[in-house]
């Protein structure tokens, strides 16, 4: 089927799971209660994008309270009781962020619980999505291996063991987050890609890279407003993306200054294309939907195109969420009569 739709990961969180509109949203119950919780919110996150006409659905990042960090919570080696001050993306903001102290290892599984309630409760191809070690080491101190390279393969290491455990709960797609990759161009082609290839290392699923510009939060909007009429930092990037081996690469589209040929650079992968804007609350028609797929379309052979959201939605509203994914749905549908 042509332009298969997904989102980009994460949706808002109900209000009885966590405080709502918000990044980093403090959880409103502990322990086995809020285990029952996560799962739920899971499994109605799920229902939400089915009903909505989602091909492909993700459990919406409802059990992680952030999408680097709820992958950190599972590692040993790092401390997130004394966390310290940090520039985030070449300092576009501040953080409190934990320090990694010792060696990394996992602790057992990560995201078990959540694939695999995910996986018993659709039909539907599942996307699960993980933080590229790029990122990851963007969001964090070191203060014990004192080499960003080195520090960057070991979470590679981590990644792909809990993506090879992923794959085995039945998940169809693995995707990692690397918004990192439009601010540090230069190590992307040094080693950030080599990464990514070690924690995609062995998987037989699809695989994904997202790339974007960030959630749609103040420091994100503001950082984009000095970045000028033509956005074409990916110009440096995609070359060595698409001569790697991940298969699909997820971009934003809609409302970007990423000039959509760049999608050219792109021969050889799949294109989640980004038909949703994540960082305003109007709702897009199908119509706009369906418009932004045809430009995509000059660029990218149609068979290749999945229609998806520019971001994550973890900090909209749930109902423009809703309404978000709603006009994704019908304006797939509304693409494959006016251009299938």
């Not at 459990?59 to 997130?80: K, M, P, S, T, Y």
């Not at 979470?155 to 693995?174: P, R």
């Not at 969420?321 to 994704?328: F, T």
Request: proline residues 4%; contains cysteine.
């Amino acid at each position: 089927m042509l332009f298969q739709t997904t989102i980009a990961g994460s949706l808002p969180k109900p209000e009885w799971l966590a405080e709502p509109d918000m990044l980093w949203a403090p959880w409103k119950s502990k322990g086995a209660e809020l285990d029952r919780a996560k799962r739920d919110a899971t499994l109605l996150a799920m229902k939400i994008q089915e009903d909505a006409g989602i091909d492909i659905v993700t459990e919406g990042e409802q059990a992680r309270q952030h999408f680097v960090h709820g992958f950190l919570e599972r590692v040993e080696g790092i401390d997130f009781a004394r966390k310290v001050e940090m520039g985030i993306r070449k300092d576009r903001y501040k953080a409190m962020v934990p320090q990694v102290t010792a060696p990394l290892r996992l602790k057992g599984r990560v995201h078990a619980d959540e694939a695999r309630a995910a996986r018993a409760h659709t039909t539907r191809r599942l996307k699960f999505t993980l933080p590229g070690p790029m990122t990851i080491i963007d969001t964090l101190a070191d203060s014990y291996y004192g080499d960003r390279v080195k520090m960057a393969f070991a979470f590679a290491e981590l990644l792909n063991a809990e993506a090879k455990a992923l794959e085995a709960d039945g998940v169809d797609i693995i995707q990692f987050d690397e918004p990192a990759f439009n601010v540090f161009m230069d190590e992307v082609n040094d080693w950030g890609i080599a990464a990514l290839t070690r924690a995609a290392e062995g998987l037989t699923c699809d695989t994904a890279v997202h790339i974007c510009y960030g959630y749609g939060i103040k420091a994100n909007i503001d950082w984009k407003q000095s970045l000028g009429a033509e956005w074409r930092q990916y110009e440096r990037i995609f070359p060595a993306i698409d001569a790697s081996p991940i298969r699909q690469v997820a971009v934003e589209c809609r409302n970007s200054h990423v000039p959509l040929e760049l999608l050219g650079l792109l021969k050889g992968k799949v294109v989640q294309a980004g038909v949703i804007d994540v960082a305003t609350e109007a709702v897009e028609t199908p119509e706009d939907v369906a418009d932004t797929i045809a430009a995509v379309m000059k660029f990218v052979p149609r068979q290749n195109i999945v229609a998806t959201t520019n971001c994550g939605m973890a900090p909209m509203r749930r109902d423009i969420a809703e309404a978000k994914l709603r006009a994704l749905g019908a304006g797939a549908r509304l693409a494959r009569e006016r251009l299938g």
